[in-house]
């Protein structure tokens, strides 16, 4: 059993940063990110190979965002620079069986909420 636990979190003005965390406890593959919105469908933000040698973004956090992960750590990592009022979303780490890069996803976390302000 994966259990992942996201953090990094907050409140920030457009144009700022955050880091969001996700560190996980047993093994794990492939790591990906989504965010849901309110009103609105979760949604794919990127994904990082088990070897962290291959990525895959979401066409509009490209440049701007960069998933990363620590193998020693079991941690996977999501920077998030130049961020917009249209991030604003509960930010969800998720873990898939797979070493590549997936559209299916085992295990989740709890989310992490991002607000970004105008």
């Known amino acids: 059993q994966v259990q992942l636990v996201e953090s990094g979190g907050g409140l920030v003005q457009a144009g700022g940063s955050l880091r969001l965390s996700c560190a996980a406890s047993?093994?794990?593959?492939?790591m990906g990110w989504f965010r849901q919105a309110p009103g609105k469908e979760r949604e794919f933000v990127a994904a990082?190979?088990?070897?962290?040698?291959?990525?895959s973004y979401e066409d509009s956090v490209k440049g701007r965002f960069t998933i990363s992960r620590d193998r020693t750590k079991n941690t996977v990592y999501l920077q998030m620079n130049s961020l917009k009022p249209e991030d604003t979303a509960v930010y969800y780490c998720a873990a898939s069986r797979s070493l590549y890069i997936s559209n299916q996803y085992d295990y989740w976390g709890q989310g992490t909420q991002v607000s970004v302000s105008s």
């Open positions: 990082i190979t088990w070897s962290g040698g291959s990525t």
């Open positions: 047993g093994r794990t593959f492939s």
